[in-house]
């Protein structure tokens, strides 16, 4: 049975950071390309982050360049995204989406939510 939970997110002043955790029982993420998306109350979903298994380079949006960085850990099945100087607005749920770097099909966790506030 396949199972993906995100964790990490909470509360976190501008200029802080936060680290994400995807973590998937079922099969193993290594094999997979992996995104990150996110969605704030009224707004569309948006990539962060596409990790490709063909050619093993991860992109970001350009809105998270510089400042999120995307690492696996394949001794723990889990996979992170590393958020710092946070802005008020990454605030959003994040989403862990396992085989899918363009938002249709994979496997999705049940998101995290990250809030940016002073």
């Known amino acids: 049975q396949v199972h993906i939970v995100e964790s990490g997110g909470g509360l976190v002043a501008p200029g802080g950071s936060l680290r994400l955790s995807c973590t998937a029982s079922?099969?193993?993420?290594?094999?997979?390309?992996i995104g990150w998306f996110r969605q704030a109350p009224g707004k569309e979903r948006e990539g962060v982050s596409c990790a490709s298994i063909s050619d093993g380079i991860t992109s970001y949006a350009d809105s998270v360049k510089g400042r999120f960085t995307f690492s696996r850990d394949n001794a723990k099945n889990t996979v992170y995204l590393q958020m710092n100087s946070l802005k008020p607005e990454d605030t959003a749920v994040y989403y862990c989406?396992?085989?899918?770097?363009?938002?249709?099909?994979?496997?999705w966790g049940q998101g995290t939510q990250v809030t940016v506030s002073s």
């Open positions: 989406a396992v085989g899918t770097c363009s938002g249709y099909g994979g496997y």
């Open positions: 079922g099969f193993t993420l290594d094999y997979y390309a």
